[in-house]
Every structure is written in C-alpha cells, then in structure tokens.
C-alpha cells in the first residue's frame, strides 16, 4: 500500500515558524503534483498550497506570504515552511499526491 508519511508537526508559540516534511514513494513523487491540506479542529478539511513536479506553486489565500511549499526530487520529498505562525493555523495537517494518496497528518498547535 502505498503511503505518504508526514513529519515535523509540533507546539509553536505564536509568530513562531515550524517546518513539515513528506516523504513518498520513487514512484508517486517524481510525476505528481504534491498538495498539502490541514484539517483544524472542528472543521473540514481545507487546501494549504501545492506544488507541481515542475515547481510551480500555489497557495491558500490565508497562507500566502507566511508559508513556502518546496520539494527536493532527489529526497523525494515535500516540504512547508510556515512562518508567522497563527492560532488559526492549528490544524491537524496532512499531505497528497494525485491519485488519492494521502498521509496519516502531523498536529500544529499554535498556542501560547
């Protein structure tokens, strides 16, 4: 079966940053456009941004300007930097690759 694995999730405080990774498959990573979502307490889950095996990009409007998705195909893998983190950002988030592979979600809590 094959599985995304995510990584890095944590306690930060607010206005803190925090990086997450997601490592997948030789085969699923090097031809898929790679997608992160989140999904915050109580809630459903929501697009944070993307990023296509050429390197183009694309954000949430609540994300942009604080998060950076970026891949590294020799690691196959994925990865977002947050940055100017927010209460709001908590969330339980998770990776996707075209298909409907997804990971099993890392925690954020954003919280003093």
């Known amino acids: 079966q094959v599985q995304l694995v995510e990584s890095g999730g944590g306690l930060v405080q607010p206005g803190g940053s925090l990086t997450l990774s997601c490592a997948a498959p030789?085969?699923?990573?090097?031809?898929?456009?790679m997608r992160w979502y989140r999904r915050p307490p109580g809630e459903e889950r929501e697009f944070v941004a993307l990023i296509s095996s050429g390197g183009s990009t694309n954000y949430a409007d609540s994300v942009k300007g604080r998060f950076t998705i970026s891949r590294d195909n020799r690691k196959n893998t994925m990865y977002l930097q947050m940055n100017s983190l927010k209460p709001e950002d908590t969330a339980v988030y998770y990776c996707?690759?075209?298909?409907?592979?997804w990971g099993k979600g890392t925690l954020v809590t954003v919280s003093s």
């Open positions: 030789t085969s699923i990573f090097s031809i898929n456009t």
């Open positions: 996707n690759a075209v298909g409907g592979y």
